[in-house]
Every structure is written in structure tokens, then in C-alpha cells.
């Protein structure tokens, strides 16, 4: 293991460990209403919030980060580029992700979903320069998503209940597990160990924190703007989509062809 890398990983479990810790130990905050109160307690079981109060502090803590850092940022990131520039950016950050959900979906059994990331990650890692651009989309391969909570759901592990994470945002029991697995799970990990590799981890990682917030500017600003509790808005809007990300990988695992093969014209 690289132990630059390694080094990373302890100074993000450092990071993250008080506040989790923090968030175990006032869980008892958040107490369920009585049996007695039908109404109350189906929709407190519902929500599957139970340390809400922990959650909804770490909520404000990110959302005055945000509104005083991250936004700005990517306000600033949105004036001096295009919308061009920065979806090649995510082209290169996405090419970056495929070997993890090739490893994904294989777990998952969806081999042909696993060979369309390996075909995608070898064509825009080449022909793509490096994945600055997609030219595997354009021959039939689309990015497919998928990650290791959502592997964990196809075995039949519950989501367990919700989680507001420093710094990380809205999770769960079971999709928490999904952050040190894509932080270990890229090509780096396996590249010679070198400053210069450290170097780029770390502004691939701040690049892709900048541009995945550009994108969401304005969803994010609506919500906060119309939202009587935005916190409850971002809570259940993470959870529609876990479930459509789930749905869909179910979606396409049919024994039908794949849609980049030919068919023979209709007569």
C-alpha cells in the first residue's frame, strides 16, 4: 500500500473519527413518541432518523461551511470556466471511479455491467486521453453507477438508518461504509509511490468536491429558498436516490442484448 496514501487515510479517519464518536454518543437525544401516539410514532419509524438532533447539528456545521466556502468557490469555478470545461472535468474524474465500479458490479454479479466499466475505462483512458474526454458513450458504452453501499444493498444488507456525516453529508449505516472503499478503490492506489502521485490525489479529490458542487448550484439554492425544513428536503431526496440508483441496476439486468450490440434490420 502506498503509504502516502495510507498517511491520507489516517488524517481522514482522524478527522471523521471525533465527530462520529460524537454522533454515537448523543444518539440517545433523539427519543421515539409512545406507542400510544400512532400518528407520531409510524412517521418517526418512518424517517429512521433516530439520532436526528446529532444529525441536524452536523447538518448546520456543513451548511455554513458551505455557504461561506465550498459555494463561493464554486461560484467563482463557474465564472472562469465553461459548462464544456467542466463536463470534461467530469469525464476525468468519472474515469477515474470506473476500475471500483467494474469491482462493484462484478460482486454485485452484473457482469455485463462490469464489462461495460472495464471497456469504458480502457477506451477513455486511451483514446480519451485520460479520460479528459468520453468516447466510449459515443460507441454505445454509457457510465453506469454503482458503489459499495450499493453492492452491500443487492447482498441484502439494510440500509440501516440515516446519517448526517461531517464534511460527507447525507448517509446511512450501511452506505457510511462506501467512503474508505473509494478512497483505497482507484488506479493510484497501485501506481509507484511519489510526491508528485500524492500531489495529484489531492487535487483530483478537491477538483471533484469543486465541480460536483458547481453543478448542483442551483437545486441546492431552490431547496434552501422553498424548503420549509431543508434538512428533512436533502434527507429525503438522498434516500429517493439510493432507491432509483438500486432500481435501475435491477432495471438493466435482464438477458437481453446490451444496446451497443447490432441488430438485424427489421424486413
Known sequence: MNDQLAARAKQMCRLAAPALFLAIALSGC????????AAGYEAYQAQNDPIEPTNRFFYAVNDRIDRYAFKPVAQGYV???????????G?????????????????????????TSLVRFVLNSTI??????????ALGYKELDTDFGLTLAIWGVPAGPYVYLPVFGPSGARDM???????????????????????????????????TRAEYLQPIDQIRATALDPYATFRSLYRQSRASQLQEIDRRNVLTPPDWVRRPAAP
Open 30 to 37: 433523539a427519543h421515539a413518541p409512545p406507542k400510544t401516539d
Open 79 to 89: 465564472a472562469i470556466t465553461t459548462q464544456g470545461i467542466r463536463n470534461h472535468v
Open 91 to 115: 469525464y476525468f474524474v468519472g474515469n477515474i471511479g470506473e476500475p471500483a465500479r467494474m469491482v462493484n458490479f462484478m460482486f454485485e454479479g452484473k457482469s455485463r455491467d462490469a464489462g
Open 128 to 137: 480519451g486521453i485520460g479520460g479528459i474526454f468520453d468516447p466510449a458513450a
Open 177 to 211: 461504509l462506501n467512503i474508505p472503499v473509494e478512497f483505497y478503490a482507484t488506479p493510484m492506489v497501485l501506481a509507484p509511490e511519489s510526491t508528485a502521485l500524492n500531489d495529484f490525489g489531492w487535487a483530483q479529490s478537491g477538483l471533484h468536491l469543486i465541480n
